[in-house]
């Protein structure tokens, strides 16, 4: 053989060599659902195997039209992730306009090294072909006895300051956490074109907060009987019997035959935030369009509407410890992991908090700084905001099968209210007499807590003074901190039914 000979037989090896290790690479993780070629709507589940489920994670993106094409999610074993095609923006646009998509899913080591990647293409299909679309439609509630609906709620809250302080910025993340809720409803007559009794059973319901324990909705496990009329509202069986609040997040429908771009004016009512009473508004309406929500033809309505200089009630819940102002990160705040004695949080709370902590949370102030922060149960807050509902309703059935509502706010936050409107100076070592991590003080020492009662006798004289190193076991200067101050948080609440 000669060296021509014996340098084309290396290069076949070389190739065929490359090409099994590209083969081996690839067919490590392949997706199942949905498959290429297929049409999809609603919510579908994207789902891969991997060769080494134990090991490492995969990662997904969806590209399409007005998609960006970046990895926006990671998941463990099972390795699934729901797709909410029917996501609206903050405008009350579709996320996923109808159309060609691409869903990529690339297999991790759990060193972060790729090991391979597979790709289906679909097309998504929401909107109701035109010969579907009704020209016009009187959209009515109508209830049949027995008929028994499932509903799943799952809200959003997102914060974040407008100017950046070291102690706001602890307060301002209690403001960024999760809702999770479902119920049961049951008809128990027939509307008959006029009023139906709906019963409610509220089966669970918690919210779960940086830096507060998870907190049961009030009224978990009640049940709430309501009359439900022909144009959709909701109201006690009773008079003076206690509300749903999240049960009665639905628009009032107007007595009138709707064509395509109608608008009209209405109440409703809305929950502007996780954590606060429902509150009743005069809203814009809009039939927006028709498309196919949770296997059934729905009108989809716009709504829109806003509240300036008004103040909201929070129940805040308790604190679920020193998790402000102490050095590192707390156990119990990372992603995936859970509160004491709480449900477990999944990876979605990565999209609220980020990987990990997010930015300051848990970092002590430099120099012994100290903030303490603590989240009192009732709160309030003043705001204005603006929201928009976009709600599916099931012409056929004559019930709402999905609501999104998305309300952003321009808070303005009393930071007295959590504990924190000084800058105690920590002292150099652990005070004498006190465990860390005791349940009152917290921990102690750079980066620890001082609780807002101590922070006097730790200050001295010195609060006109700027921040500076100071030798281990002297007290820092103390300084003062706006007491009030401004955040932006917008709210994400999204519920949908099932038969």
Same mark, same amino acid.
């Given at each position: ?40 709507? +609603? ?302 949080? +999944? ?89 860390? +991590? ?21 200050? +001295? ?39």
């Amino acid at each position: 053989m000669n060296s021509q000979q014996k340098s084309a037989c290396n290069a076949m090896l070389l190739a065929l060599t490359l090409l099994c290790a590209l083969s081996v690479g690839l067919a490590q993780v392949e997706i199942s659902n949905p498959t290429s070629g297929q049409a999809i709507s +609603g919510v579908i589940a994207i789902q891969a195997t991997k060769t080494d489920a134990a090991h490492g994670w995969i990662s997904y993106k969806i590209e399409g039209p007005g998609q960006s094409g970046d990895f926006s999610v990671a998941v463990v074993s099972p390795f699934r992730v729901d797709w909410d095609s029917n996501s609206c923006d903050a405008d009350g646009k579709a996320v996923f306009p109808d159309g060609e998509y691409t869903v990529t899913a690339v297999a991790h080591l759990p060193s972060g090294q790729k090991l391979g990647q597979d790709s289906v293409r679909v097309t998504l299909q929401n909107d109701l072909p035109s010969d579907e679309k009704p020209t016009s439609i009187k959209l009515v509630a109508d209830y049949k006895r027995g008929r028994e609906m499932n509903v799943a709620a799952t809200g959003r809250s997102r914060a974040k300051l407008v100017e950046h302080d070291d102690v706001n910025q602890q307060i301002v993340q209690l403001y960024s956490g999760l809702l999770t809720a479902d119920w049961r409803e049951r008809a128990m007559s027939n509307s008959a074109g006029h009023s139906a009794i709906v019963r409610k059973y509220f089966n669970e319901g918690y919210t779960s907060f940086q830096g507060t324990k998870p907190t049961n909705l009030r009224r978990v496990g009640d049940i709430f009987t309501m009359i439900i009329k022909s144009d959709a509202s909701i109201s006690p069986k009773h008079k003076g019997d206690p509300t749903f609040d999240l049960g009665a997040l639905y628009l009032e429908l107007p007595d009138r035959t709707l064509r395509e771009g109608s608008t009209w004016k209405g109440p409703m009512y809305v929950l502007p935030m996780l954590r606060a009473d429902r509150r009743r508004v005069t809203a814009k309406h809009r039939l927006d369009g028709f498309q196919r929500v949770a296997g059934y033809k729905c009108a989809r309505i716009i709504s829109t509407y806003s509240e300036n200089d008004v103040t909201l009630t929070l129940h805040m819940g308790a604190s679920a410890g020193p998790a402000a102002g102490r050095g590192g990160a707390g156990p119990d705040m990372g992603m995936g992991m859970g509160f004491p004695g709480g449900p477990m949080l +999944g990876p979605e709370m990565a999209d609220v908090f980020g990987p990990g902590m997010p930015p300051d949370a848990g970092a002590g102030a430099p120099g012994g700084q100290s903030a303490a922060v603590s989240a009192p149960a009732v709160t309030e807050v003043k705001t204005s905001y603006k929201g928009a509902r976009i709600s599916y309703f099931a012409y056929e059935l004559g019930q709402f099968v999905r609501c999104q509502d998305i309300v952003t706010h321009k808070l303005t936050i009393d930071s007295s209210q959590f504990g924190g409107v000084t800058r105690g100076g920590g002292m150099g070592g652990e005070m004498p007499g006190m465990m860390p +991590g005791d349940p009152f003080m917290g921990p102690m020492g750079p980066g620890g807590l001082v609780p807002p009662a101590m922070e006097p006798l730790l200050a +001295g004289d010195s609060a006109e003074r700027e921040w500076g190193a100071a030798p281990p076991g002297q007290q820092q200067p103390r300084q003062e901190v706006k007491k009030e101050f401004e955040a932006e948080a917008e709210i994400t609440l999204t519920t949908i039914k099932s038969g």
